[in-house]
């Protein structure tokens, strides 16, 4: 297992390549073309609504539970202050492509503190090597320590239907 320096190292240059734009937005362009499948069930396109444009905004995130086809959670991985979070909030009801499905209705819940919690702790349970990663990555963007007691805000999208 990497070592925590190492782990901090490459933790730092994913979180310079987070803020790469161009290299962010390759996956929306591989949902575009009907490739999305190819991410399976663990990343999902959000279509969204700017708050003040109104305009429809996207983005890939990771899904970190659920039970899909009938729900996918993420984490924001900037916090409070991710622009998806902030519209999403504002207007809960967005489309979702995940696997094959595309272009499904959702609403958007912010799920408690504790819900939150439980959802976290049974990521790093069934993956612990994954979650080191994605804790230095979140460290690094947020500036603060992170733990399943502690960690940015978690949604769940419940796709219509269900």
């Known amino acids: 297992m990497p070592s925590e320096s190492f782990r901090t190292s490459v933790g730092a240059g994913v979180t310079t390549l987070l803020r790469r734009r161009v290299l962010v937005r ?10 999305g499948w190819m991410f399976g069930s663990r990343l999902l396109l959000l279509h969204h609504t ?15 539970g659920g ?22 909030k504002v207007d809960p009801r967005v489309l979702v492509s995940i696997g094959r499905l595309r272009d499904r209705p959702a ?3 912010v799920l408690s503190a ?16 994954t979650w080191s990663w994605i804790r230095v990555v979140l460290e690094r963007s947020l ?20």
């Open 26 to 35: 390759l996956p929306i362009q591989a949902y575009r073309v009907g490739a």
């Open 50 to 64: 700017g708050r003040r444009s109104g305009r429809t905004r996207h983005v890939v995130l990771e899904v970190i």
């Open 67 to 88: 039970t899909p086809p009938d729900t996918a959670v993420v984490m924001s991985g900037f916090g409070e202050r991710a622009q998806w979070y902030r519209n999403v």
């Open 107 to 109: 609403l958007v819940r």
């Open 114 to 129: 504790d819900e939150a919690r439980s959802v976290l702790v049974e990521y790093r349970r069934h993956h612990p090597h």
């Open 143 to 162: 500036g603060q320590t992170v733990t399943v007691d502690d960690a940015p805000p978690v949604v769940e999208f419940r796709l219509d239907g269900s």
